[in-house]
């Protein structure tokens, strides 16, 4: 099981951090990934990181903005989101699978609201 926490609502240009706790047994092979969806907009894909390895990839909409990590020993993936606009308001939800796009557990979403 995962369970997303963590946001919020925020002005424009400030910074939130999501977090992922899981639950049961986590794979070197794991793909951990947040994704959100917008008000009318379909779920994207927002960044990946690859459990064992640490190998990260993200959107090109939040390259260089938003950070993906994680903790092995609190089985915790987080989301660092700086520089936020209004168009990264979403509800973010974490995922795990075998790789980006194939995910297989999800979280409940958490909602993130930024202002102008």
């Known amino acids: 099981q995962l369970q997303a926490s963590g946001g919020g609502l925020v002005q424009a240009g400030g910074s939130l951090r999501l977090s992922c706790a899981a639950s049961?047994?986590?794979?070197?092979?794991?793909?951990m990934g947040w994704l959100r969806q917008g008000p009318g907009k379909e779920r994207e894909f927002v960044a990946n990181?690859?459990?064992?390895?640490?190998?990260?990839y993200y959107a090109d909409s939040v390259k260089g903005r938003f950070t993906i990590s994680r903790d092995s020993g609190e089985k915790t993936v987080y989301l660092q989101m700086d520089s936020l606009k209004p168009e990264d308001t979403a509800v973010y939800y974490c995922?795990?699978?075998?790789?980006?796009?194939?995910?297989?557990?999800w979280g409940q979403g958490t909602q993130v609201t930024v202002s102008s």
């Open positions: 995922a795990a699978g075998r790789s980006i796009g194939e995910y297989a557990v």
């Open positions: 049961g047994r986590i794979y070197s092979s794991t793909s």
């Open positions: 990181i690859r459990w064992g390895a640490g190998t990260t």
